[in-house]
């Protein structure tokens, strides 16, 4: 049984490139939530989705950050035109359901570097 | 709004001694509380959680923490370290009946030295 998967492992990119990092869930898993983690920072919350439905996008910069979960296949977090700043570590977790009982299961994240 | 305090970034340790890390936290209403691992260039792992049942929450590799609600903290133990529990610690907080949003401390580090 499969964890949560991320990919790519590592990824590097030039300053206004667009940056796309995919996330499948576990399996049996239909909610899933994107975090950040910035050098020698705790992980922040961004957003939180369900199937084909953003439920909570509070912690999501206004500009340049997207996020969906398809019907079929995986999350994906898209930034746009990045900026060095956005060089961190993105978790991606998942969980059967949205309620407190329900534990998140954490992918091994994706290292942004922008150069 | 919730918060977690992870007082100590650093934290060393000899092995085969009590390792000790402190979580405080802040709260409105009545919160769950975990502890998670991180291994290097690794995702988080859940070492234990707090859901309002037992104050004293035993968790994998020997690790323990206590809820103490006047002293709004939930310190992680273990009472003999192992070479193998360096790693970095997060104290998170979420709120019951707010779904599944973490908010983490900004972590402790700790070293085990021989």
């Known amino acids: 049984n499969a964890g949560v998967m991320q990919n790519p492992r590592h990824l590097v990119r030039r300053r206004g490139q667009e940056a796309r990092l995919r996330c499948s869930p576990m399996?049996?898993?239909?909610?899933v939530y994107w975090y950040r983690q910035l050098p020698e920072e705790g992980l922040k919350f961004m957003v939180y989705?369900?199937?084909?439905?953003?439920?909570?996008e509070s912690g999501m910069p206004k500009e340049r950050f997207s996020a969906e979960f398809p019907k079929e296949g995986p999350s994906i977090l898209r930034i746009q035109q990045v900026v060095r700043g956005d060089s961190a570590a993105y978790f991606c977790?998942?969980?059967?359901?949205?309620?407190?009982?329900?534990?998140?299961?954490f992918g091994n994240g994706t290292r942004l570097t922008v150069t | 709004a919730q918060s977690v305090t992870q007082l100590g970034s650093h934290v060393s340790v000899s092995e085969g001694a009590l390792v000790l890390l402190r979580c405080n936290y802040s709260?409105?209403?009545?919160?769950?509380l975990f502890w998670y691992v991180q291994y290097p260039n690794q995702g988080l792992q859940l070492l234990l959680k707090?859901?309002?049942?037992?104050?004293l929450v035993k968790g994998i590799n020997g690790f323990e923490a206590e809820f103490k609600k006047s002293e709004t903290s939930f310190h992680l133990t273990k009472p003999s370290a192992h070479m193998s529990d360096a790693a970095e610690y997060f104290c998170?907080?979420?709120?019951?009946?707010?779904?599944?949003?973490?908010?983490f401390g900004t972590g402790t580090q700790l070293k085990v030295e021989l």
């Open positions: 977790a998942s969980s059967a359901a949205g309620g407190n009982n329900s534990p998140l299961h």
């Open positions: 399996k049996g898993h239909s909610h």
């Open positions: 989705l369900q199937k084909e439905n953003i439920i909570d």
């Open positions: 709260s409105s209403v009545p919160p769950y």
């Open positions: 707090y859901t309002s049942a037992a104050t």
């Open positions: 998170a907080v979420m709120l019951t009946g707010g779904g599944n949003k973490l908010t």
